[in-house]
């Protein structure tokens, strides 16, 4: 499977953004998905999961209740809506894939080690 990110863009803290990942080859429904983000200077962190089959999510706590991870399977595409920015939110954002035909064996998980295909990031930059 091939993902392309994009939606990134700059913003003002306290605004949102809406994150895409289209798929293409193969359909999501077999994969569960992840959002991973890189800011300046730090390593690679999972911010949200989604998992095919029943969609159960996982959230970073830095995240939590403030980004929602979904999928459009008529869409091949998976969403991240980032709510209430942060200037600590900036960072490239990652869409990751794992296979997981069968779902119920592959919990939600934002170990990056675990996801095999990668999108491109797209930058998210929030002012102050």
């Known amino acids: 499977v091939q993902l392309q990110a994009y939606g990134g863009g700059l913003v003002q803290a306290g605004g949102s953004l809406r994150l895409s990942c289209a798929a293409s080859?193969?359909?999501?429904?077999?994969?569960?998905i992840a959002w991973f983000r890189r800011a300046p200077g730090k390593e690679r962190e999972g911010v949200a999961c989604?998992?095919?089959?029943?969609?159960?999510?996982l959230y970073a706590d830095s995240v939590k209740g403030r980004f929602t991870i979904s999928r459009d399977t008529a869409k091949n595409t998976v969403y991240l809506q980032l709510y209430r920015l942060k200037p600590e939110d900036t960072a490239v954002y990652y869409c990751?894939?794992?296979?997981?035909?069968?779902?119920?064996?592959?919990?939600?998980?934002?170990?990056?080690?675990?996801?095999?295909?990668w999108g491109q990031g797209t930058q998210v930059t929030v002012s102050s």
């Open positions: 080859g193969r359909s999501l429904d077999d994969y569960n």
């Open positions: 989604d998992r095919s089959g029943d969609s159960t999510t």
């Open positions: 990751a894939a794992r296979y997981s035909g069968e779902y119920y064996l592959y919990p939600p998980s934002l170990n990056e080690n675990e996801y095999r295909f």
